[in-house]
């Protein structure tokens, strides 16, 4: 009997855990706190969105870039889309800039 009881507990203990998905409305501090795939999530869904716009918005562009703004300290309470809008902001400006 109390195996049947110690079994379903122990089930649910080693099966993982529906982990939070990061959204655009989450900060950069929960950016940071996020493991890789999340991360790696949310940013293919900018990529899928923003590619058609300029080749180069790809999901590893987008990691890169929200990772090194979310790394200025004054940013931390700044949310990933005000990141990734200026991600796309900045790209489409240095695109815009003649080549020397």
């Not at 706190?33 to 949310?42: H, I, K, N, P, T």
Request: glycine share 4%; net charge positive.
């Amino acid at each position: 009997m109390r195996r049947l009881t110690i079994l379903p507990l122990a089930a649910a203990l080693l099966m993982p855990g529906a982990a939070h998905a990061l959204s655009m409305t989450d900060t950069l501090q929960a950016w940071r706190e996020s493991s890789a795939m999340d991360r790696l999530q949310l940013a293919t869904r900018f990529g899928k969105s923003f590619v058609s716009v300029n080749e180069s918005f790809t999901a590893g562009y987008f990691v890169k870039c929200i990772d090194e703004v979310a790394g200025y300290s004054n940013a931390q309470k700044a949310r990933i889309e005000d990141a990734m809008r200026e991600c796309v902001a900045s790209q489409l400006r240095m695109k815009a800039q003649p080549d020397d």
